[in-house]
């Protein structure tokens, strides 16, 4: 089955600084890549997503890339702000694979003052 | 408002004693997941539905059930729940296409405390 990995677990940037994340997956045939946010005591909310069909997808300060070949695909945050900080989970998903998702384990970032 | 809807949002119980946890969407989504979510390993999935009647399952079922007789509800039961099922438990919901994946609306989840 599929397996996706996630560094770093913790991430500290000041605030106004870029962080990025970044996730492998195993699986070639996935072909959806989905970033959620879950803020403390919150429900996981989806933030980007990225289909295999294309590199890179931008929504104001944050963009996420894929790298098909290397089957790496990675979270970018400019400008951080503290309502930055949470738990950011990628996640990859196989078409026909019933909409399963597999999750990484996730990462705490955290935009210090 | 769509959304996703779990109850009970707190529950502390004892070994053995059978509960269900209910998840009912308002979004007309066909597919419709449970997971758990532990410290350092993320979500995993317990069950899915991908409609009516239909469901299989994941990567972590083992102690539970799941029924899917209406489309807007997903129950998750404990038969006899164990220490090791306490957990933060989430349901999500999604519109299902036969080849396109879909985002995945997640509810605000369940803390289940087993002693």
């Known amino acids: 089955g599929e397996n996706v990995e996630q560094h770093p677990s913790t991430l500290s940037v000041q605030e106004g600084d870029s962080a990025v994340i970044k996730c492998t997956y195993s699986?070639?045939?996935?072909?959806?890549f989905p970033w959620y946010k879950q803020e403390l005591g919150k429900r996981p909310q989806l933030i980007i997503d990225?289909?295999?069909?294309?590199g890179e997808k931008k929504d104001q300060r944050i963009a996420v890339t894929l790298n098909k070949t290397a089957k790496h695909f990675s979270l970018h945050i400019t400008e951080t702000q503290p309502e930055d900080s949470a738990v950011y989970f990628c996640?990859?998903?196989?078409?026909?694979?019933?909409?399963?998702?597999?999750f990484g384990t996730g990462t705490q970032l955290k935009v210090e003052l | 408002e769509a959304q996703v809807t779990q109850n009970p949002r707190y529950l502390i119980t004892v070994t053995g004693k059978k509960l269900t946890v209910t998840c009912s969407q308002n979004?007309?989504?066909?597919?419709m997941s449970w997971y758990r979510q532990d410290p350092g390993l993320g979500l995993r999935q317990i069950y899915y539905?991908?409609?009516?009647?239909?469901?299989d399952k994941g990567d972590v079922p083992e102690g539970y059930k799941v029924s899917r007789k209406e489309k807007r509800n997903f129950p998750l039961i404990l038969e006899s729940p164990s220490p090791n099922q306490t957990s933060l438990y989430f349901c999500?919901?999604?519109?299902?296409?036969?080849?396109?994946?879909?985002?995945?609306?997640f509810g605000d989840g369940t803390r289940l405390s087993i002693l």
């Open positions: 699986d070639s045939a996935s072909n959806y």
């Open positions: 979004m007309n989504h066909e597919y």
């Open positions: 990225i289909r295999s069909n294309v």
């Open positions: 539905s991908m409609n009516v009647e239909v469901t």
């Open positions: 999500a919901s999604s519109l299902s296409w036969q080849s396109s994946n879909q985002p995945q609306h």
């Open positions: 996640a990859a998903s196989r078409a026909g694979g019933g909409n399963k998702l597999t």
